[in-house]
């Protein structure tokens, strides 16, 4: 099983910029995948960018350019830094993980981000 804890959320004004952390831990066995998803009011549950282990990334085309995931296989951390954020950026982000040999997906309990217009 894998617990996965996000911190960094809170409120910031439009162009504000926020930095989410994700920590990973009581795997025993290989996370390849890590990312966030973000979900608003109303909607979906939506992918926000993903990274695995060996570096590639991912990202929605909405926070293509102001967004940055990194990630420290060595201590199971991932981070999202937000960057020109906007109002409809407002949403509680969830950290995620991946793990390619169980085939299991695993979710943090969500961290809320708003921005204020």
């Known amino acids: 099983q894998v617990q996965l804890v996000e911190s960094g959320g809170g409120l910031v004004q439009a162009g504000g910029s926020l930095r989410l952390s994700c920590a990973a831990s009581g795997s025993g066995f290989s996370i390849n995948v890590m990312g966030w998803f973000r979900q608003a009011p109303g909607k979906q549950r939506e992918l926000v960018a993903t990274?695995?282990?060996?570096?590639?990334?991912n990202y929605a085309d909405s926070v293509k350019g102001r967004f940055t995931i990194s990630r420290d296989n060595a201590k199971n951390t991932v981070d999202l830094q937000m960057n020109s954020l906007k109002p409809e950026d407002t949403a509680v982000y969830y950290c995620y993980a991946y793990s390619v040999p169980t085939m299991r997906s695993f979710w943090g309990q969500g961290t809320q981000v708003t921005v204020s217009s």
């Open positions: 990274i695995t282990s060996s570096g590639r990334t």
